[in-house]
């Protein structure tokens, strides 16, 4: 049947999968009109009767690209020569660096304004705003110094712990937990100032392109590495000892999410103490969770109670069975 043929109940539209409303099955059912007068109309009309998904005559939110620019140019400032275009000399480090530390500060400021003016903070007055923001924005800055510091124990922790690193360069240019990371570790300082929105955003921005969701919330200790990090999941509550190793897949949940809001601000994820390390594909589940300090949790194991410290916590039952393989059958010898 071709898409703007006259249909009757039950039969498809031509559209995606959809199928026309219950009609008496005498009557012929005339297609939507699909012209762009018609889609605009309707789309208008989704705006009137479908609320909640709708940002219309509010404050104005934050803009995803200007936040995406923004986070590249802060992983240009901690990682001078790393991710530019072009070869940065020493001797114009000092111009460079300059500029565009005045280029994130003007651009961040607005951002973190409009996320003020928009979701104000508790006991924060929207025309406030600005000054805050302005304020936020010099303190954020200037803790990227220290932001540094914990990155190249990073750097040191997945160059050491991974005997297929070439080369600390090479696992700050290739390797996708250093970039998600470093964005986690920056998005933390704005949430330690209760800055709405864009903490999420730019941790968001490095989930789709590393795969880790590092919530900005989430307090990590220093010479953390994540290896190969596909999948891991690091909840808003997660409390990081030093010197901690995951592998992908890796999820510190919550335990359960039905009360909702009524969870915000509780501490519902794991904490993991100094040197543990958490292989592929284990679930840490609960607030209450504490896995002590030197231990080893197995891959895939699901845990949602504390263990005490220097514990090895592997699957017990599962077996793996080897069997020699079926011959296969010799191939038929056709003749033409």
């Excluded at 109309?41 to 104005?60: A, C, M, P, V």
């Amino acid at each position: 049947m071709k898409a703007n043929q006259p249909t009757t109940e039950g039969e498809p539209t031509g559209s995606a999968g959809g199928f026309l409303p219950s009609a008496e099955p005498s009557r012929i059912v005339r297609p939507v009109q699909k012209t762009l007068p018609e889609i605009t109309r309707r789309l208008l009309e989704s705006y009137d009767r479908i609320g909640g998904i709708n940002h219309l005559d509010g404050k104005n939110l934050p803009s995803r690209h200007a936040i995406e620019l923004i986070v590249r140019d802060l992983l240009r400032l901690l990682f001078p020569g790393f991710f530019s275009d072009r070869v940065l000399h020493s001797s114009e480090v000092g111009v460079e660096t300059a500029t565009l530390v005045d280029s994130v500060a003007g651009r961040l400021e607005v951002e973190i304004a409009k996320s003020l003016e928009a979701a104000p903070p508790e006991g924060v007055q929207p025309r406030e705003a600005r000054r805050l923001a302005r304020e936020i924005t010099l303190d954020f800055l200037a803790g990227l110094p220290e932001v540094r510091e914990l990155l190249q124990t990073d750097v040191e922790a997945a160059y050491n712990g991974d005997p297929a690193a070439l080369s600390p360069d090479e696992v700050i240019v290739a390797y996708p937990c250093v970039e998600a990371i470093a964005v986690q570790r920056t998005a933390h300082l704005l949430y330690l100032r209760q800055v709405p929105l864009i903490p999420r955003m730019m941790t968001e921005w490095a989930h789709g392109r590393t795969g880790m969701d590092l919530h900005p919330g989430a307090r990590i200790g220093s010479h953390f590495f994540i290896d190969h990090g596909t999948g891991t999941v690091i909840g808003e509550t997660s409390i990081i000892g030093n010197r901690v190793k995951m592998y992908q897949g890796v999820g510190l949940v919550a335990r359960s999410l039905s009360a909702g809001q009524a969870l915000r601000g509780k501490k519902r994820h794991p904490t993991l103490e100094d040197r543990v390390t958490v292989y592929a594909g284990a679930t840490i589940m609960g607030g209450d969770t504490v896995v002590g300090a030197g231990s080893t949790i197995g891959a895939s194991v699901f845990l949602t109670h504390s263990v005490p410290p220097n514990s090895l916590v592997i699957l017990e039952g599962l077996q793996v069975k080897v069997m020699e393989k079926r011959r296969p059958e010799p191939p038929l010898d056709f003749q033409i």
